[in-house]
């Protein structure tokens, strides 16, 4: 089964900075039998303010089909933290594990206004991690 393809995006703006996540399967690195579950995501942060921004920090919280969450916090993103003037965007792609086929994740960036030195939280938006072994159910 190859990797599934982004078919959906999930996005949010917190004080003129739009998050975007689109979320993906990866069966190649995936593990079913093993309960291993792998997904990658494409994450567009998006300066739509006036001020330069810096993402400091982040906080993920990553919640498997069972409940569990697991809490993941550090600097930067990809070991960066990138400075986003206005108008300028900076995309990345990383990955989470999964001991069951579903999930979700949602989380915070931390942010400092480089020009008044404030510093902000900007939401992740909640986003699914649903692989092709999760059964569907209609409601």
């Given at each position: 089964m190859a990797n599934a393809p982004t078919t959906a995006f999930y996005e949010t703006t917190t004080r003129d900075i739009l998050v975007r996540a689109a979320p993906f399967y990866l069966a190649d690195q995936s593990e079913p039998d093993e309960d291993r579950f792998v997904w990658?995501?494409?994450i567009t942060i998006e300066n739509r303010g006036r001020s330069?921004?810096?993402?400091?920090s982040r906080t993920w919280r990553i919640t498997?089909?069972?409940g569990r969450t697991k809490l993941v916090q550090g600097e930067g993103v990809v070991g960066e933290q990138p400075v986003l003037k206005p108008g300028e965007a900076f995309e990345y792609t990383s990955g989470t594990p999964l001991d069951t086929p579903s999930g979700f994740m949602a989380g915070d960036y931390h942010m400092v206004d480089r020009t008044s030195g404030a510093?902000?939280?900007v939401i992740i938006p909640a986003f699914?991690?649903?692989s092709p072994y999760q059964p569907s159910r209609l409601h």
């Open positions: 990658a995501y494409r330069t921004v810096q993402l400091i498997d089909a069972q510093a902000f939280d699914s991690l649903d």
